[in-house]
């Protein structure tokens, strides 16, 4: 079986074949965080990996990334292995349908208000050891989430799921991106903390004593916008595909990057895509910053995604590489490239065609003649 989003050997790529559409990625250390509970229970990983067709070689590499849509096909695969939507994180299960009722128990909400208030009595019957509460003042409000006892398995993926889920959730209830102005999480910086300005916001701070997702106050007034209808759809794939929200919940962003995407091989600036889009530079940095990003981390997020997509699919020289993306020259694509991964493109590619071989010959071994 080939993975071909972790393989350079696609026999139908060549340097003069159409580039291939680039697609979200997730850091490897969210796919780490959320098998910590399966492996703890003794579990085999692979297996589900293989369905989700990601490559578990790649879970020894710490600069790997895997296509946002398998992530949360994954997560789903998980859930029901282990019959719990905690992921076997905590001291007792949230079993399979935990996340529907949840659902149902807020849809009838009138207000964000309301439904967040539904949200954290329904967390308090199912998970016990974390304490979600809201609190808010005229002008700000937060979600506040703690320990009520240490978790001792996979801590940092905890507290990111639980607040991806509920920001997720909410977000899509109100038909739009509740704006996190800034979060603190409980925990020293982790080295995926990049992926945080996308997921979460750019405002992120770390060793805080609790964690605080702040955002305004007047937010807690929208009416909840979806219906039994729209509910059923959603569920179909939930909850990970919660997940598949990862750069598409920010009206704003997403347009900027399409933007960015379609100007390539120009390397469009600030002004560039601002007139593009029919906005000042200054309205379209205002917008960015209100979704909680900016112009830099999402030209820096396309173009490490375009760059990891090209070095796994296609045999094209780093300096094609480099001038497709819009980089003046080699030199400065490395540099990048250095920056974001921690590897040279030249290993990571290499590191990429190795975890495919491997798994090419594991294969071959289990359907070769005794």
Excluded at 252 to 278: C, I, K, Q, T
Excluded at 305 to 317: E, G
């Amino acid at each position: 079986m080939t993975y071909h989003e972790k393989t350079a050997k696609d026999a139908s790529a060549t340097a003069s074949a159409p580039p291939p559409p680039a697609r979200a990625t997730v850091a490897i250390a969210f796919v780490q965080g959320m098998l910590a509970g399966l492996r703890h229970a003794g579990r085999d990983a692979d297996l589900l990996l293989e369905r989700a067709r990601i490559a578990p070689q790649v879970l020894r590499d710490p600069t790997a990334r895997i296509p946002v849509d398998r992530y949360a096909e994954l997560y789903n695969l998980i859930n029901r292995e282990l019959d719990d939507e905690g992921f076997g994180l905590f001291s007792v299960p949230i079993r399979a349908g935990a996340f529907e009722f949840l659902c149902r128990s807020v849809i009838t909400a009138p207000t964000l208000a309301e439904a967040i208030r539904r949200s954290v009595g329904f967390l308090r019957l199912v998970l016990p050891d974390l304490a979600v509460r809201l609190a808010s003042n005229d002008e700000q409000a937060c979600l506040c989430i703690r320990e009520t006892r240490p978790l001792k398995i996979g801590r940092v993926f905890a507290f990111e799921w639980l607040l991806r889920l509920l920001h997720g959730l909410l977000s899509w209830l109100v038909g739009r991106s509740i704006v996190l102005e800034s979060v603190a999480f409980p925990y020293p910086r982790p080295a995926h903390a990049e992926d945080y300005a996308l997921i979460y916001t750019a405002h992120s701070t770390f060793d805080a004593e609790t964690l605080s997702a702040i955002f305004a106050a007047n937010l807690l007034d929208l009416p909840i916008r979806r219906d039994e209808a729209a509910l059923q759809a959603f569920l179909d794939g939930a909850p990970g595909k919660l997940t598949t929200l990862y750069r598409r919940d920010r009206e704003m962003v997403l347009r900027v990057r399409n933007a960015l995407r379609d100007a390539l091989p120009a390397s469009g600036s600030l002004g560039d895509v601002a007139s593009a889009l029919h906005l000042s530079p200054r309205t379209l940095h205002r917008r960015l910053k209100e979704e909680g990003s900016s112009f830099q981390a999402i030209k820096d997020a396309l173009r490490r995604d375009l760059a990891i997509n090209r070095l796994a699919k296609t045999r094209q020289a780093l300096t094609a590489i480099a001038a497709e993306l819009g980089f003046a020259d080699t030199a400065a694509f490395y540099r990048a490239f250095l920056r974001w991964t921690g590897m040279a493109p030249a290993h990571y590619r290499r590191r990429l065609q190795a975890a495919s071989e491997n798994t090419d010959r594991k294969h071959g071994a289990d359907f070769a003649s005794p």
